[in-house]
């Protein structure tokens, strides 16, 4: 039976970083995904914001050109212009940086099995004992320590007794290529909740890509049917008859804050599993990428220390009161159903404080809380290194 320090379940963003950096430290990390490769069904928009742009070092060619300008649109599609003099955001190719990310966790001697789901696990002693299944056989490993990646339906959250997301939304969107770029890159946001409700539909366009996509409450719409009544509106704001469609994904997306209870000592949780999304945009890329590097540094200190009290600062209760006015604006933007309350709270956004609100919730960089009293993503991440490894 083979032996690992590590057994991480899913290979998205989330499993991807904290494998990558477990595997730097020279810990045997096991990598399984149910996927046949990391390329395959990928999930997210993929909209970097600044701040994960300033932190992180992310390859050239695996981003879109930048966006400084997002229009916002109320149910009747009346406009609002928000423009910031830096460079906000940037669509990443997703598929390319999963590809060089698992190069990457290769290289450094994580091993990788796709096609291979997680079934469970028992107890042993001071190890576990994780039953896999792949396309040939079911498998059992041995491990010190399980980390659940698996989204936001995490079944390694349940089997190790840990939190679990209760309220989602569901995210469907279609990438296209060829599609003119008229002005300069955007971000369109549509406020409307027929086609999105309690959320928002979005064109993302960058001259190179553009994302069309709908999200919401499963319970109150058909994504599909949302996202074609969505596209043919689109008429006269981007042009989609000769653009080329290239990929479609969707899944759901958790918006209740990251969970209180997300380790102990056989194991703990990141990503979507965890709740890293914000509560609010449902942006999931920052707060991914640094709860997973918290992650590997909370499981690097418990395995050379063996003290389960190096896991105690690896909780969702210290994470979650800085998103308290995030939580309480997703609850109020959840009962706002009807377009005709929409639309006058739309109007609101032109008054100056709120414009000013509205301004720092797509350019601020408020995202994941930055723990540096305990950790610090860019001491495990040489910006300059890890961008020569990604290469």
Not at 73 to 79: E, F
Not at 152 to 175: D, P, Q, T, Y
Not at 194 to 209: F, K, M, Q, S
Not at 257 to 267: E, F, K, M, Y
Request: charged share 25%; hydrophobic share 40%; proline share 6%.
């Amino acid at each position: 039976m083979n032996y690992y320090d590590v057994v991480v379940v899913g290979a998205g963003l989330a499993g991807l970083q904290v494998a990558r950096l477990l595997g730097r430290q020279g810990k045997r990390v096991l990598l399984v995904d149910r996927k046949p490769g990391v390329e395959t069904a990928v999930h997210t928009t993929g909209i970097f914001v600044r701040k994960t742009l300033e932190d992180f070092a992310f390859p050239e060619d695996c981003l879109g050109p930048p966006i400084r300008q997002v229009t916002l649109y109320s149910p009747s599609r009346q406009t609002l212009e928000l423009r910031s003099h830096r460079d906000e955001f940037r669509i990443g190719r997703m598929r390319q940086l999963y590809a060089r990310s698992l190069n990457h966790c290769l290289r450094n001697g994580v091993e990788w099995w796709p096609q291979t789901s997680y079934e469970g696990h028992e107890s042993s002693q001071t190890q576990l004992v994780v039953r896999l299944k792949t396309r040939k056989a079911s498998r059992r490993v041995r491990t010190r320590f399980l980390i659940g990646a698996d989204g936001a339906n995490s079944k390694v959250a349940r089997n190790l007794g840990l939190g679990l997301n209760h309220e989602w939304i569901v995210g469907l969107e279609e990438v296209f290529a060829n599609v003119p770029l008229t002005g300069e890159p955007r971000l369109h946001c549509f406020l409307d909740s027929r086609i999105a409700p309690g959320y928002l539909a979005w064109v993302a366009i960058d001259g190179e890509e553009a994302h069309v996509g709908v999200g919401g409450y499963p319970e109150r719409f058909d994504p599909q049917t949302a996202l074609k009544i969505f596209r043919e509106s689109l008429n006269g704001i981007v042009e989609l008859e000769r653009a080329q469609l290239i990929e479609r994904r969707g899944g759901r997306i958790p918006v209740g804050g990251v969970l209180r209870n997300i380790a102990n000592p056989s194991g703990l949780l990141v990503g979507d599993a965890a709740g890293a999304v914000s509560p609010l945009t449902a942006g999931g890329l920052d707060p991914c990428l640094r709860l997973s590097t918290y992650a590997a540094q909370a499981t690097i200190r418990y395995l050379d220390t063996e003290n389960p009290d190096e896991l105690k600062a690896y909780c969702g209760n210290l994470f979650r009161p800085r998103f308290l006015t995030r939580l309480w604006l997703r609850r109020l933007l959840r009962n706002l159903q009807q377009p005709w309350l929409l639309e006058p709270a739309f109007q609101m956004l032109r008054l100056p404080l709120v414009n000013q609100v509205a301004w720092q919730i797509f350019f601020g960089r408020g995202s994941f809380p930055v723990m540096e009293e305990r950790f610090d993503p860019l001491r495990s991440i040489e910006a300059s290194e890890l961008l020569d490894e990604l290469r």
